[in-house]
């Protein structure tokens, strides 16, 4: 296998925006590509076919006493635009000062190569490496896997026989820190429509008379989170579960501080809820946000109408317990209950995902009955993680939401041992996204280590 660098330039040519039927040929590419790149390292490939874009299951499967992983990636990207505010074409990549520019590199083209890179250099000194390995490469990631409950219905039992996951999705804070994923937030996505009169009015001559739409909305808005940030949702927190003191323990090891955070972010104050820490409530808290809001008139100057409609985008992020079933029901519930009588209702109720946790071995709240293989990977990741980056990694849960990892614990009864090769500077899903080269041959060497001590070879 060629220099990872070369590999990831290639990877990256082409333009797999999965969001957009124009680049169907750059899709078709990249997964052809990740396709090549499986076969060279002795995997037998098989092509999902899917709805939209097909899902890259490929095998190495030796003995059944043998350890048993399956490796998760994406090989579709983010839209690349505004090309204008890219400093070199996003699919043309660049290398400066130190780190690979182009759309994909950090999400998730990098972390792919990393792993990849790393299978092979261990298969060259162990040609008969004692590890089944399982990869699942979807093309559907960054458009919420739409196509994955079908594939699981398909392929569950067959995944369900491996020991755990592996995962390069999530982030860490620099290229000398990493962190090893514990938590993803689970979500929540809603749109409620209010409707007044059957067209924009006249302010003048109907105001004082009609239920502005605007203002209906607003309300509704206001009332679903009390003065100090608390969402006033009648059961919302009821399952919530509480953070751990080793988290706390672990959040103090993190390289940012709550004055970092305000001046990265240019606000002028934190609003979280209920006691936490800025830094705590963006990994251990749920919320619910408003993403988007809109009626009436929207252009320059002024225009003195009553609106017929108005909008707003809901999401609300979820932590491990909270049904999102159950949340999304009392979310509409409240809505409902506290929409005035002069304008009319309307919701559409989007998609769900369910929080995923796990805990690392050794701590006072692991399961009595967790893998043994689990416990030796974490343990692996932490040695190699310490000995390649000179410090030990972090264990932290993370804000963000992918999916898909609590469908594999859902369905296949798989639990997964996720390590951040991203990093806040890499732009993910912005103009000028890049990946360090300095992490990715840490990277490579830890990941190396890691799959040695997983197979036994180490």
């Known amino acids: 296998m060629q220099n990872p660098t070369e590999l990831l330039k290639d990877y990256i040519r082409f333009p797999s925006v999965s969001t957009d039927p124009a680049y169907g040929e750059g899709m078709a590419g990249a997964r052809n590509y990740a396709c090549g790149l499986l076969e060279q390292l002795g995997f037998t490939v098989e092509t999902v076919e899917t709805e939209l874009h097909p899902i890259l299951l490929a095998d190495r499967i030796g003995s059944p006493d043998w350890p048993h992983i399956v490796i998760y990636g994406h090989y579709d990207v983010q839209p690349a635009d505004p090309f204008a505010l890219w400093t070199d074409a996003p699919f043309e990549p660049t290398i400066r000062d130190g780190r690979l520019y182009g759309r994909g590199a950090a999400d998730n083209k990098g972390p792919t190569i990393v792993h990849m890179a790393a299978l092979a250099r261990v298969l060259a000194e162990h040609p008969d490496l004692p590890l089944n390995i399982t990869y699942v490469i979807e093309g559907e990631e960054e458009i919420g896997s739409p196509s994955m409950p079908a594939f699981f219905e398909r392929y569950a039992e067959r995944l369900s026989e491996a020991d755990f996951m592996l995962v390069s999705d999530t982030g860490s804070p620099n290229t000398e820190q990493i962190v090893i994923t514990t938590a993803l937030r689970g979500l929540v996505d809603l749109e409620v429509k209010l409707r007044g009169p059957k067209s924009d009015l006249h302010s003048g001559i109907h105001g004082g008379a009609v239920y502005n739409p605007i203002q209906a909305l607003a309300e509704i808005c206001a009332s679903l989170h009390d003065a100090d940030g608390r969402v006033n949702v009648p ?78 985008k809901i999401t609300c992020r979820l932590v491990a317990d909270q049904d999102p ?49 689990l416990a030796r990977a974490f343990r692996a990741a932490d040695r190699a993680i310490g000995e390649y980056f000179g410090q030990a990694p972090i264990y932290l849960r993370e804000g963000g939401s992918i999916p898909v990892i609590a469908d594999f614990k859902k369905r296949a009864g798989l639990d997964a041992l996720m390590i951040g090769l991203f990093t806040p500077i890499d732009n993910l899903h912005a103009p000028d996204e890049g990946f360090s080269l300095s992490l990715m041959d840490k990277a490579i060497a830890a990941f190396e280590d890691i799959i040695k001590r997983i197979a036994k070879v180490s």
């Open 235 to 312: 059961g919302f927190y009821d399952d919530v579960v509480p953070v751990f003191d080793w988290e706390r323990d672990e959040l103090k090891r993190y390289p940012e501080t709550v004055e970092s955070y305000r001046r990265m972010l240019d606000v002028p104050a934190f609003y979280p809820a209920n006691g936490l820490s800025p830094l705590e409530a963006v990994r251990f808290g749920p919320t619910l946000e408003l993403n988007g809001i809109g009626g009436g008139y929207q252009g320059a100057g002024s225009k003195t109408v009553i609106p017929s409609e108005a909008f707003v």
């Open 325 to 373: 079933v159950k949340i999304q029901q009392q979310v509409v519930q409240t809505i409902r209950d506290r929409c005035p009588p002069g304008v009319t209702l309307s919701l559409r109720e989007g998609g769900i995902a369910e929080a995923y946790l796990v805990v690392p071995p050794g701590r006072p709240n692991t399961p009595a009955d967790q893998p043994e293989a």
